[in-house]
């Protein structure tokens, strides 16, 4: 059996949804009210196209400092930029985030997906989806439009079709060079630090 490991950040700016759409992507619940004191690392092992994956999420916190960030973008194969339909002000930032990505990473090899979230909120929209997809078509990525609140359908298809994107990165091109392990350390650590001492660590098996 083969299996590899898959790195995803998740970056945004702050009460986007950030953790919202990963604890429904990986649990399938919406709990409505999560921790904003720090980064999360989840781990769990997905199954698919014949091939197992260990795939890590690092659910980042709004509010990092550009430091965290710059080892952020070092340390993910993949990265999923959130932003709020109903926050015009997000989706500036995640906008950056996206410039900033295709400066930092090589063009054409990093999976990276838009998702605007909370679209059940309609009545408080001010980002339009044609606007979301402008926003992809500029930074070629992937793009989806979202409800952790009401359902776990998109954030698992996002997520899936982002996880197919790297694992077919990873198959055509060369290696990565690995991240020193003062690196690693380091992005624990502030995991550690920043969390209140709390890496949660979750191992479902998923098939898609
Ligand atoms: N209506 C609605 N509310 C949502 C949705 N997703 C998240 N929220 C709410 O938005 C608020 C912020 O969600 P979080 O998941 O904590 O956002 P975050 O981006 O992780 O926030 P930080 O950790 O501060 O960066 C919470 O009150 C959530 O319940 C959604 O799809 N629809």
Redesign the pocket.
Known sequence: MTVNRIRVV?L?????????????YLTKR????????GDFLYQHRVAFDGATSEVEVL?????AKRGCLAEHLRWGDAFAV?Y?V?DRRSFLAAAELLALLERTRLPGCTAVTLLG?????EHARVVKAEEGQELSLRFSCQFYE?????SCAGAALAFHALLREARALALLLPPRRKLAAYSVSKVIGSILGLSNKSVRKKRPSLSI
């Open positions: 998740v945004g700016s702050a009460r986007c949804g950030k953790s919202a759409v990963v604890v429904r919406y709990i409505g009210e999560y921790s904003s004191t659910d980042t916190c709004g509010c959130v709020s109903c979230n909370k679209r059940d909120l979202v409800s952790a609140a009401e």
